[in-house]
């Protein structure tokens, strides 16, 4: 999968009793290569469910909407129990982002 492929449309998902939208659009992209340093390491690294990668995705989701937030606050909001859930959301993300892909993966 390459960023090239995905379309920008959201999906809500809360942290630290907040709610953001996971959306996979520039800023996330920009906000994603700048932690990661190379954006298809992060979705190789996303798609094989590294809490790096999630961390660094909830991140940049996080900084685009709020420029003021921290790697380190993020990475202090999230807990293993949110793992599954953020992995559920990023996986409806990507689904919302990709739907032609789904489609044409037989789901």
């Given at each position: 999968?390459?960023a090239?492929?995905?379309?920008?449309?959201?999906?809500?998902f809360?942290?630290?009793?907040?709610?953001y939208?996971?959306k996979?659009d520039?800023?996330?992209f920009?906000?994603?290569?700048?932690v990661y340093?190379d954006?298809?390491?992060?979705?190789?690294?996303l798609?094989?469910r590294?809490?790096?990668?999630?961390?660094?995705?909830?991140?940049s989701?996080?900084?685009?909407?709020?420029?003021?937030v921290?790697?380190?606050?993020?990475g202090?909001?999230?807990t293993?129990n949110?793992?599954e859930r953020?992995?559920?959301?990023?996986?409806?993300?990507?689904s919302v982002a990709?739907?032609?892909?789904?489609?044409?993966m037989g789901?």
């Amino acid at each position: 999968m390459k960023a090239s492929e995905l379309k920008s449309k959201g999906v809500n998902f809360r942290l630290a009793d907040k709610e953001y939208e996971l959306k996979f659009d520039m800023n996330t992209f920009c906000e994603l290569e700048e932690v990661y340093g190379d954006i298809n390491k992060a979705f190789d690294d996303l798609q094989n469910r590294k809490i790096k990668a999630i961390r660094a995705l909830i991140y940049s989701a996080i900084k685009a909407e709020d420029e003021s937030v921290t790697l380190k606050e993020v990475g202090r909001m999230l807990t293993l129990n949110d793992m599954e859930r953020l992995g559920t959301a990023i996986n409806e993300a990507l689904s919302v982002a990709m739907p032609e892909i789904k489609e044409n993966m037989g789901e």
